[in-house]
C-alpha cells in the first residue's frame, strides 16, 4: 500500500516556463513532507521542505504549496532550467522522535517523476 | 556536503556470499539510515540508528542486519546475498528536524 505517490513518472516543460510536480499522500499521521532531487549515480540532494502547519513554502525558484484536506501537495520551479532536468521524489515524514522531536524514524518516499527541461 | 561517505561504491557478488556495505560521517550526528532504491519503487527504508547501539528496523529489513558502534558509522550487512537485494544502497543522516542528507549510494550487484 503506498502511502505516497506520485503519479507521473516523466514530465517535459520547456525551458522557462512552470515546472509543477505532483504529490499525494495517504497516511494522515504524516506531518512534514520534503522534496528531494537526484542525478543520475548521486545521491539524493534536499530541495524544499514544508511543515503540515504551512500551506506554502518558498525557496528562490523553488515553491511547495500543501493541501492538507486534499492530503496533496506540489512542487512549482520558476523559471525551469535546464540545470533543473532530474528525477525529483517527494517524501513525508511522521513521528516525531523522543531525542530530537524531529521525524527521525525515517521517510516515506514517492518513486519519483523525471523532470526533462527541453531547450 | 553533508560529510557522508559510502564504501565501496560498487561490489558484484555472488548469490549467498555476505557483504558488508559501510556509511561514514564526520558531522558527528545522531541520526543515521540506509535505503534502497529500484526502479519502481523509489527509495525504501531498511534500517536506521538513532545513537551507538541503538537500530530500528524500518519498511524492507528483511534479508539485512546494521550495527552501529561507533558515531560516526553505520554498517548494513547481507548475511547471504541473494538476487533480489541487487539495488542501490543509501546512506542518509539526520542533523535537527526531519530533513535527511544522502550519500552517494553504493551499487550492489548480486549474482
Known amino acids: 500500500d503506498q502511502q505516497v505517490k506520485q503519479n507521473s513518472p516523466s514530465l517535459s516543460v520547456q525551458e522557462g516556463r512552470i515546472s509543477i510536480l505532483n504529490c499525494d499522500y495517504t497516511?494522515?499521521?504524516?506531518?512534514?513532507f520534503l522534496w528531494y532531487k537526484k542525478y543520475p549515480a548521486e545521491g539524493p540532494t534536499f530541495l524544499i521542505s514544508?511543515?503540515?502547519?504551512?500551506d506554502k513554502n518558498e525557496d528562490g525558484r523553488f515553491t511547495v504549496f500543501l493541501n492538507k484536506s486534499a492530503k496533496h501537495l506540489s512542487l512549482h520551479i520558476v523559471p525551469s532550467q535546464p540545470g533543473d532536468s532530474a528525477v525529483y521524489f517527494c517524501?513525508?515524514?511522521?513521528?516525531?522522535?523522543?531525542?530530537?522531536?524531529?521525524?527521525?524514524?525515517?521517510?516515506?518516499f514517492g518513486k519519483g517523476t523525471h523532470l526533462i527541461i527541453q531547450p | 556536503d553533508a560529510g557522508i561517505t559510502q564504501s565501496p561504491r560498487h561490489k558484484v557478488t555472488e548469490t549467498g556470499t555476505p557483504v558488508t556495505l559501510r556509511c561514514h560521517q564526520t558531522e558527528n550526528h545522531r541520526y543515521m539510515y540506509w535505503y534502497r532504491q529500484d526502479p519502481g519503487h523509489g527509495l525504501r527504508l531498511i534500517h536506521y540508528?538513532?545513537?551507538?547501539?541503538?537500530?530500528d528496523k524500518g519498511e524492507v529489513s528483511d534479508g539485512y542486519s546494521v550495527s552501529r558502534s561507533k558515531t560516526e558509522d553505520f554498517l548494513l550487512t547481507l548475511e547471504s546475498a541473494t538476487s533480489s537485494q541487487t539495488s542501490v544502497y543509501f546512506c542518509?543522516?539526520?542533523?535537527?528536524?526531519?530533513?535527511?542528507?544522502f550519500g552517494p549510494g553504493t551499487r550492489l550487484t548480486v549474482l
Open positions: 514544508i511543515s503540515s502547519i504551512k
Open positions: 540508528s538513532y545513537g551507538v547501539k541503538d537500530t
Open positions: 497516511n494522515s499521521m504524516f506531518d512534514y
Open positions: 542518509a543522516i539526520s542533523r535537527v528536524g526531519h530533513e535527511q542528507f
Open positions: 517524501a513525508a515524514s511522521g513521528q516525531d522522535h523522543p531525542y530530537s522531536g524531529g521525524g527521525a524514524d525515517g521517510l516515506t
